[in-house]
């Protein structure tokens, strides 16, 4: 078992910058690839990125490609999701969740998942 823990969430107004926190705890940490989601009201949950095991490679949705990055420090079993020139459309509830191997942007694959933190842009 993996819990995931999610935090940093709040208010904002748009281009601004929030970064997001997901500490886990349970199995090892280094073994599980990461990913962030996000769900807006009324709409299916979206991928926002992902991180390898090492933190060596992130890819990232094409909506938020070069404003939010992903990082993780596996040293403190957490994994970041900086979110930087953030845009009204941004609201959602972020999730994070882990799986072990690859990286993957579908959430099907992932197999633990935190409870979720609110992220509300104002524009």
């Known amino acids: 078992q993996v819990q995931l823990v999610e935090s940093g969430g709040g208010l904002v107004q748009a281009g601004g910058s929030l970064r997001l926190s997901c500490a886990a705890s349970g199995r090892t940490f280094s073994n599980y690839a990461m990913g962030w989601f996000r769900q807006a009201p009324g709409k299916e949950r979206e991928w926002v990125g992902t991180i390898s095991r090492s933190g060596g490679v992130t890819t990232y949705a094409d909506s938020v490609k070069g404003r939010f990055t992903i990082s993780r420090d596996n040293a403190k079993n957490t994994v970041y999701l900086q979110m930087n020139s953030l845009k009204p459309e941004d609201t959602a509830v972020y999730y994070c969740?882990?799986?072990?191997?690859?990286?993957?942007?579908?959430?099907?694959?992932?197999?633990?998942w935190g409870q979720g933190t609110q992220v509300t842009v104002s524009s």
């Open positions: 969740a882990a799986r072990q191997g690859t990286s993957s942007s579908f959430s099907s694959l992932y197999t633990y």
